[in-house]
């Protein structure tokens, strides 16, 4: 996984509450491995692109000092829905590293993490604000600094976001979950050992 | 409940308040098969096979004898089939009489059991929570992380109850119950929660009810939704191929009596709903909170001060091509998808699998056309690019069949 530090980008806005992952990405994309060819064109593919494939103008990533942001503003519950990692992958396979919303849809928020994207959470109305600014001066720039914890509006203004001490620490080492939790592993097997003394029926009978 | 069996599937504590949950149950479909490769290229196996169970179901065909699906598709369930394989894990594969979906074999099999935490690929695991197994669905990294490790680093959620009381109105079911929680909670009202169902309506539902219910957890943004398991609980299970037999069955049946949350227990939030007040309910628009009674009509976004939810409003309308003010039950429907048995009524009767609830397996509805649907998800081309879904109950679904528009099923039967 990619380590993230600090970045300083040109950041979209985007106002709609409640934008799923299925509008993320497509379930008729899902099949396509990561990294297949053109796996970035799948991003918001049926806002962004007509049937024939051209760019819609209106959608804001098709704007021209948006393109290639590396950061989003979003709106309430941005990624509810679908677990789907692909909805994570896509915005990375663009190039954005972080998201700024007033809240995340749970699978999602959890899925940002796994793959190096940091998702900043601020009230509403700060939210909402930075939305506001991002339009009125289009490539305006966000400047996320995760080590101390502070988002530079566009306006120039810091704010302070919280960050999970344990997200946090993954993400700027950029570590292997999967390796750090096998460290556990004398852990684990004594927790298997007491479940399988005082849950015994919780391995299937079957088979 | 949900606190008791957090406490037990403790095994470690990280920073953070962060706890290394140890998983019971993980179910796999052909979806999950990328984590394989991932697990396999790090050096890794499965650690616990007897604890994991496989089947096909989001992107295999679902219709009767039609052509094999294609390659890309193909090679995703014969992967699944080769790895279940290589690594000993009970696979119920295409030709299998097991096979279904993910979320109905696991109770079908008696895989999906009280007090157990359980966890799937798949955004609507909460099923499971219906027997009160704290059931939550996981992404790709994750599920690779469950294979290698049989745990989960996870934070603590709240809890919220949502309590119904109440004998619900004829032609009013448990869809009905769940589109009016979400109605009134929003899409995003349970995010970071856990919801436990509770009140004399959820006591009364069969376990199929329960699982509609808890089903749509997290279109109310919560990962789990769970129902203190009882009688109707115990009854469904004993005797499914995997459940407790003899004496374990006695150990796991004391076990779980003392799972249902103590009269005295605090949730950190709460929600009450009287089921009399509950009617038929469609959604008229590509959320699941915009759900409305039959009896209702479009609603008008002018009327809405706040600029942001009158913008999407305006984008659903738009979407859906529905005008405000229009009687809900003068919409007209092209289509309607139905996951129950119908066949006597003229319904095509088809194999197995999720279909037209995910649109994966290339099943859709056309641009434009309408769905009367007792799926969970009304999104912007959930069904297919530029389908518009209205999601309903079944016995709505059925009264949407017979006269061809969104109808008031209770006109029909009464
Ligand atoms: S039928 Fe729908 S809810 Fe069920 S597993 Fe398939 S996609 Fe998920």
Redesign the interface.
Known sequence: MQAFTCLTAVAAPI????I?T??II???F??K??GAPGYASFLFR??RFD?DGSEKPEFVLNRMPYRGAKILVV???FG???????A?WVLEAYGIRSVIAP?????FH??CY??GLLPVILPANIV?AFRRQLRERPGATITVDLDSQTVTAPNGTPHRFDV??????MLLTGRD??GL??G?ES??RE??ER?ARE????????? | MFEKIWS?HG??E?????V?L?I?RHLLHE?ST?AFGRLAK?G?AVRRP??TFATADH?VLTSPGSPAPDT??RS?VESLGQHTGQQGI?YFGVGDARRGIVHIIGPE???T?P??TLVC???HTATHGAFGALAF??????V??VM????L?Q?KPKVLRITVEGRLPDGVNAKDVILAIIAKIG??GG??HAVEYAGSTIRAMSMDERMTVCNMS??A???AGMVAPDETTFAYLQGR?????GD??G??LA?WETLPSDADAKFDREVELSANEIEPTVTWGT?P?DALPITGRVPDPAAVGDD??R??ME?ALAYMGLRPGTPLSEVSVDRVFIGSVFVEAGFEWREAGCSMC???N?ETAREGERVASTSN?N????QG??ARTHLMSPAMAAAAAVTGRLTDVRRLVS
């Open positions: 106002d709609l509450a409640n799923d299925d509008r497509p379930a008729r899902l099949r491995p990561k049926d806002v049937a709106a309430e519950n509810c829905g679908s677990s789907r990692e692909m994570v809240s995340l849809g749970d699978i959890q899925n796994k793959n909402a999970d001490p344990f997200r946090k620490e979950e999967t939790t096998l556990f852990r684990i927790f298997e479940h849950m015994s029926w919780v391995v299937p009978a079957g088979r | 037990r095994v470690a990280g920073p953070g308040g962060h290394l140890y019971d979806g990328s790090s890794r007897d604890l992107y890309e598709v995703m009970v099999q008696g895989l059991l007090g157990i690929g798949d955004s669905g996981i992404g790709s990294t994750e690779e992380h290698a490790t049989q745990t680093w934070k899409a995003g995010v970071g997290i279109e943004g919560a990962r191929p995997f459940a407790p037999r374990a069955w150990k796991a076990y959320s909170q942001a939810r913008e999407s984008r995910v649109g994966m290339g998800r999104f912007e081309g959930r690019k530029g």
